[in-house]
């Protein structure tokens, strides 16, 4: 196993229609009472040649004599794939697939630290300078494009319209970053403050569905000390810890199938932190590694491994709405 295959190892609204049944979602339909084939398809948006011998195709041992459709029967309609448009995930990606409604109607609020003036915690790699807001953000990206992807909603809190999701190991530090168009303070406190009541606001404007609010950081500790990802949720709070469970689990279950001889050290705890006492919604805090340890650098600078950050804690996430909905 060469040496890069064994660090990835280590981790592991726009709407736009395109024909085509690849990652379609089904639909059906049943005809009304009198209604021959031609206003069924057309009632259905089924008007080209294409999609009209594709209803046939798929409804080929439902239909009567001479493909007359019977009355109560449930036929399958050829859905239009539904992509979805979100230009904070860069040129390259801005336009995706909707793949599932696993998460509608579910709210996420994704909060990746520092920003702006304040780059947060920094490493060194080599003569590089890894700076904790760039790589927690472009991990916040990728969870984010997952969820939308699914179906959910998003509300990307830190925001940076030039970067995108970005494949190179060292991604350049800059400041521009904004809390959804609000120049970030340099206070820390009003820092916090301007996240908190960004996220309080817009939780008030969506009472009633499923919300919950992640908070993405990278650790600074001395640099031989290597850490798993953990996990922080406010005193007090139930919900919180059980969705911090949620997304712990995966990262244990994942670390099991990848790495069974490692073992995954990570843990859930209370940690009386600004954004956990303050937001509205269940909140959890990620620590994703410490940026100054060669180990842990590995999740930050192989795209790899960010990507697959992203998708365990999309795992997590989704595992904490099913746990609280499909009971």
Known sequence: MTLKKLLIVILGFVFFQAQGQEGAIA???????????YSFLKRNAL?????????IELNKSKLGKDKTLLLGVEYKIPATEVFLFEPLFGKERERFRLESNILKG??????SGHGGPDPGALGKYGHRTLAED???YDITLRLAKKLQENGARIHMIIQDENDGIRDASYLELDSDETCMGQTIPLDQTKRLKQRTEMVNEL??????AFQRCLVVHVDSRSKGNAIDVFFYHAPKSKNGKIAAGAILNVFDLKYSQHQPSRGYSGV????????????YPVTVFVELGNIRNFRDQQRFILENNRQALANWLYEGLLSDYKNNTLK
């Open 27 to 37: 639909k059906y339909a049943k005809a009304k009472k009198g209604e021959g084939l």
């Open 106 to 111: 579910a709210v996420f609020y994704l909060v």
């Open 47 to 55: 008007d080209t040649d294409e999609l009209i011998a594709q209803f």
């Open 203 to 208: 939780y008030l404007k969506n009472k009633g």
């Open 268 to 279: 859930v705890s209370a940690r009386n932190l600004y954004l956990l006492r303050k937001t």
């Open 134 to 136: 760039e790589y927690a």
